[in-house]
């Protein structure tokens, strides 16, 4: 078992206990180191005395409350360490509670507290080594070394805890806008679903519907017409399941594991089928145009022209009363212009609510814009620019 092993849980343990109890224990254990000098001392030297033991134990005691006030506990032993180096008594031979002490402000202190307090522990050693009888050199480098390394291993600790402070704070930070990021996507998949659902169910109910108040009126008749009518209002209604299959299975499993039904969203390549169901079941003359050179593009914007197409033709049949509508594809060199145009009752009447929205949602989402209002001839026009791969990323920033 190594010593990092070791020592690792130690000082987590350390750092979670108490700091009353950690720093008594801390000034106990000074106090004896101090205290061994006078118990045990070396051939020559002065006998402890109960005044040297007390200005031992002031080096030591205010060690419990150094983190508490840092500053006032480097006064105390400050004054204490050289009293006791000068009352001969005898002079410790290591200042354990200065070292704590310098070690604590430097770690812990104001600016300008930690710069007086090394200059003073600096100039106050040297001072009070030349009191001493008989001062070795290496008693100066020794005592002045303790100094300074007491002092940078406190600045190192400084700058460790800022630097996992500062590693906290910005883990923190990502983790909010991690969560930010995942409700913002939370809530445009959101949007995304219900826009999908109000398409294919608008654009179903509404060929159910119209296929329904025509079905009673030629059910005697033209008992094959009211067929094929009943026969439409079935079609539109599986469809309507099918899609809402597809985009109710990526909620139950987004892995996409749930089966073979889990067919692709639609694209540009169902127009033409889109176009002819409306037409066959409503009446609607539906006329598809395309101009320019098509290319291919990204699934969701293939997606959303589909589903404008899809909602303009719905808001046609439902509020337009009118007899025809125009598709119009029109591709540029870097975008998708997609253009509904009816010869109905004009915008006060095309005004498709939720319907209107989402289509500017959706262009919005792909990096385009959507207009929409009267038409160059009467009737109501949705238009619709959405751009290729290229621009569309400069379009989303």
């Known amino acids: 078992m190594s010593a990092r092993s070791l020592i690792v849980p130690v000082a987590e343990r350390l ?3 108490n700091a009353y109890v950690v720093d008594s224990l801390l000034a106990a254990l000074v106090l004896f180191a101090v205290s061994l000098q ?13 005044q040297g033991w007390l200005i031992g134990a002031a080096t030591a005691l205010p060690l419990v409350w150094r983190r508490r006030a840092p500053f006032a506990t480097a006064c105390a032993v400050s004054v204490a360490t050289p009293a006791q180096a000068l009352y001969h008594a005898p002079p410790p031979d290591v200042m354990y509670g200065g070292i704590v002490a310098l070690y604590t402000m430097a770690a812990l202190g104001r600016p300008w507290h930690r710069r007086l307090m090394l200059l003073g522990w600096l100039v106050g050693v040297s001072v ?11 008693e100066y480098a020794f005592h002045l070394l303790s100094v300074v390394c007491a002092y940078g291993f406190g600045v190192l600790a400084r700058v460790q805890r800022a630097y996992t402070a500062e590693l906290e704070d910005r883990a ?19 949007s995304r679903i219900a826009r999908d659902m109000h398409d294919v169910l608008a654009h179903a109910v509404s060929l159910m519907v119209v296929q329904a108040e025509a079905g009673p009126v030629v059910v005697r008749s033209d008992p094959a017409r009211a067929e094929a009518a009943f026969d ?10 099918a899609q809402l299959r597809r985009i109710l299975g990526v909620l139950k499993d987004p892995r996409g594991n749930g089966g073979s039904w889990r067919l692709p969203q639609p694209g540009l390549a169902e127009l033409p089928g889109l176009v002819d169901q409306v037409a066959g079941s409503t009446g609607l003359r539906v006329e598809l145009r395309t101009s320019g050179t098509p290319r291919p593009l990204p699934p969701d914007t293939e997606v959303a022209a589909y589903r404008v197409v899809q909602e303009a033709l719905t808001n046609t049949v439902k509020h337009a009363y ?38 500017r949602e959706r262009a919005a989402a792909c990096g385009g814009d959507a207009r929409a209002g009267r038409g160059p001839q009467g009737g109501f026009r949705v238009a619709v620019r959405l751009p290729v791969a290229v621009d569309r990323e400069a379009a989303l920033g």
């Open 15 to 17: 750092r979670t206990t």
């Open 38 to 50: 006078w118990i045990f001392p070396d051939e020559g030297d002065d006998r402890l005395t109960w």
């Open 128 to 138: 009070t080594m030349m009191h001493k009888e008989e001062p070795q050199p290496f």
């Open 172 to 190: 923190r930070r990502l983790e909010r806008e991690r969560a930010a990021d995942t409700a913002r996507a939370i809530a445009q998949e959101r």
């Open 232 to 241: 439409a209002i079935a079609t539109a209604g599986r469809d309507a399941m």
């Open 322 to 359: 009118a007899a025809s509508a125009i598709v119009e594809l029109d591709w540029a060199e870097d975008e998708l212009t997609v253009t509904v145009t009816d010869d109905g009752r004009g915008p006060a009447a095309g005004h498709g609510g939720h319907g209107l929205i989402g289509i």
